[in-house]
C-alpha cells in the first residue's frame, strides 16, 4: 500500500506570493492533518480535515487555509507569504478522526519544504 | 493545554550501546506514538502505544498512562538509529498530535 505523498517537495518563493501545496493520503484513510516544523517553534498542528470538513484548527493566522477534496486529498494555502513561514510542512494520514474513546494511529508523508525569500 | 517533555534533549552513544528516552505528558491521552525523524525530516512510525509495552527489533517502547510517561529503549544502537526521536500525544476527541520537543541522538561507530 502506497504511503502518504505530498508534491511539491521542495519550493521556493518570495514575499507577498501564494502558494499551495498538495497531500495525497493513504488509500482507506479518511483524515488528514497538516503540521508546520520550523527549528524555533518545533512541529505545530495547523489543521485537520474529514470528511471535507475542517474538524479543528491550530493556532495560524487566517492566511494559512486548507481544503480537502471527496477522494480525501487535500490542499493548504498560504497567502502573503512572510519569511517567517520557511518551514518543512508536514501532512498526516488517518483511517479517521479521533472520536470520544476513539485514536487512531497517524503516518506522515515525506514533507514538502518550502523557503521564502 | 497539555504539556509533553522529552529528555534527554540530546544523547550521543557509540554504536552497540543501549539507550532510554522517556516523554513526560501532563494530562490523560488517548493516544501515544513515538516516531524517528530521518535526515530528510520524514517522520517514520515507530510505535503507537497509548498504554503497555510493544517491541519491534531492537526497539521497545512502555506507556504508563496512568502515570503520565513513555519510554523507549533502543538496544545495541546502529548509526543509522541516528536523527530526532519524537514523541506525540493526542487528546481526546481529536486528532491533534502535540509533539514533545524531541530527543537528537548521535550514534558514533
Known amino acids: 500500500k502506497a504511503g502518504v505523498t505530498q508534491t511539491p517537495r521542495y519550493l521556493i518563493k518570495t514575499r507577498g506570493q501564494q502558494v499551495t501545496l498538495s497531500c495525497s493520503p493513504i488509500s482507506g484513510h479518511r483524515s488528514v492533518s497538516w503540521y508546520q516544523q520550523t527549528p524555533g517553534q518545533g512541529l505545530q498542528f495547523l489543521f485537520e480535515y474529514f470528511s471535507e470538513t475542517q474538524r479543528n484548527k491550530g493556532n495560524f493566522p487566517g492566511r494559512f487555509s486548507g481544503r480537502q477534496f471527496s477522494n480525501s486529498r487535500s490542499e493548504m494555502n498560504v497567502s502573503t507569504l512572510e519569511l517567517g513561514d520557511s518551514a518543512l510542512y508536514l501532512c498526516a494520514s488517518s483511517l479517521k478522526p479521533g472520536l470520544a474513546g476513539e485514536a487512531y494511529e497517524q503516518y506522515f508523508g515525506p514533507g514538502t519544504r518550502l523557503t521564502v525569500t | 493545554g497539555i504539556q509533553v517533555e522529552q529528555s534527554p534533549p540530546d544523547l550521543i552513544l557509540q554504536e552497540g550501546a543501549n539507550s532510554t528516552l522517556r516523554c513526560n505528558f501532563s494530562?490523560?491521552?488517548?493516544?501515544l506514538q513515538w516516531f524517528h525523524q530521518n535526515p530528510w525530516g520524514q517522520l517514520i512510525n515507530l510505535f503507537y502505544?497509548?498504554?503497555g509495552t510493544k517491541q519491534n527489533g531492537r526497539l521497545s517502547a512502555t506507556t504508563v498512562a496512568t502515570e503520565r510517561y513513555s519510554l523507549l529503549y533502543i538496544s545495541s544502537s546502529q548509526t543509522t538509529d541516528s536523527g530526532v526521536y519524537f514523541c506525540?500525544?493526542?487528546?481526546?476527541?481529536?486528532?491533534?498530535?502535540?509533539f514533545g520537543t524531541g530527543t537528537l541522538l548521535a550514534v558514533q561507530p
Open positions: 502505544i497509548p498504554s
Open positions: 506525540a500525544v493526542v487528546i481526546r476527541a481529536t486528532n491533534k498530535l502535540i
Open positions: 494530562d490523560s491521552v488517548n493516544n
